[in-house]
Structures are given as C-alpha cells and as structure tokens.
C-alpha cells in the first residue's frame, strides 16, 4: 500500500469511526430489540425483556470499535508500508472483529421471560439459560420506593429457597406482571408481599 493509498484508507477508518461514535447508541438499540423480537419472543411468553445490562453492552461494543479504528488509522499516517505493518493491520482488523463478535453475542444472549412454568434467566455472563420454575418459587415481594410523598413501585424480587431473582420494575413490567403475580398467587399459593422503603432526603 502506498503512502496515499494509506493516507486515504486511514481518513476512511477515522470517518467511518466518527459515523459509528455518533450511531452507536441508536445502533445498539435497534439491533438488540430487532433480534430479541424476531428470534426470541415467543407467544407462550407472559413477559419477555431485554435488562438493561443488554444495551449497555451492544452500545460498548459500538464505542471499542471506533477507539480501534483511530488507532489502526494513526498507525497507518505514521508507518511505511511494509510486511509488518500489514500483519498488523490485520492483526488488529481481527482483534477488532472478534471483540465484536464476543460483545454482540453476550449481548443478544443476555434476556429473561416468564410463562407458565417459570422464569427463564440468561445472564449477561452466563452462556446458558438458567430456569427458575414456579413449583420452587418461595416468596414473592415488590419493593417500593417513598419519595417526597410519592410511592412508586421499584423492583419485584422472586426467592428460590437461598436464591433471589430482582427484577426492575420497568414501566414495561409493570403494565405486564399482574396476569404472572395471580397465577403464582392462586395456583402456587404463594401471596404478594408488598415492602415500603422510605428514600432519605438531604
């Protein structure tokens, strides 16, 4: 590769590096709502998510990716062509493509959903799916959080013996967990408990 042929190729990664700096955040979204809903979600789910935990690192994968594109581009403005510097070049393309793949997979691998049978968690760090029946579940409780007055539903937190499930209670949740809250309540016999906590004020 020529010096102009790198100047140029350098001014595209760092251009493409901006383009993907300013996208990330929408990019990531879209990309993680679009597979979770045309993959995951399935008609026999009381409830399905994507935690927070999922955006999160979808949108970081996005932002790596540009610190590595200026990298690779910087490299490229200050070194002559030579064997080495494409081996690196390509070792850095690679480097990159595989910090993507790894981020994106544990990123669309991260979800939770109920049905009838129980609550299905696969955690951000976790490879597979961990099943949480309902036969198991021990206590139910929401917490909710006074505030200058206002009480406002925070979190609901399922416990399996000495295993505690919380989940946010998102506005999302809220509007869908009443059908899940009756069936544990009448068919497993375990009642709502409703816990108050009061946010000190400075």
């Not at 935690?51 to 790596?64: D, E, G, H, N, R």
Request: aromatic share 14%.
């Amino acid at each position: 590769m020529s010096a102009h042929n790198a100047d140029r190729a350098g001014s595209l990664l760092i251009t493409i590096a901006v383009i993907l700096l300013f996208a990330s955040v929408p990019i990531g979204i879209f990309i993680v709502t679009f597979i979770h809903h045309s993959f995951y979600l399935d008609r026999s789910h009381w409830f399905f998510d994507s935690p927070m935990s999922s955006y999160i690192t979808m949108v970081a994968v996005f932002l790596i990716i540009p610190v590595l594109l200026i990298i690779i581009a910087i490299y490229l403005f200050k070194t002559d062509e030579s064997r080495k510097r494409s081996f690196n070049v390509f070792i850095a393309s690679t480097f990159t493509l595989l910090i993507m793949a790894a981020g994106g997979y544990l990123s669309i691998d991260n979800y939770y959903y109920m049905d009838k049978n129980g609550l299905y968690y696969d955690e951000l760090w976790k490879l597979e799916q961990t099943e949480y029946s309902w036969d198991e579940i021990t206590e139910m409780k929401q917490i909710n959080k006074k505030e200058g007055g206002t009480l406002t539903p925070d979190k609901v937190i399922f416990t399996y013996e000495d295993k505690k499930i919380e989940l946010s209670l998102t506005p999302k949740l809220r509007n869908e967990i009443d059908p899940v809250i009756d069936y544990i309540e009448n068919a497993k016999g375990v009642e709502l408990v409703m816990e108050n906590i009061t946010v000190d004020e400075e």
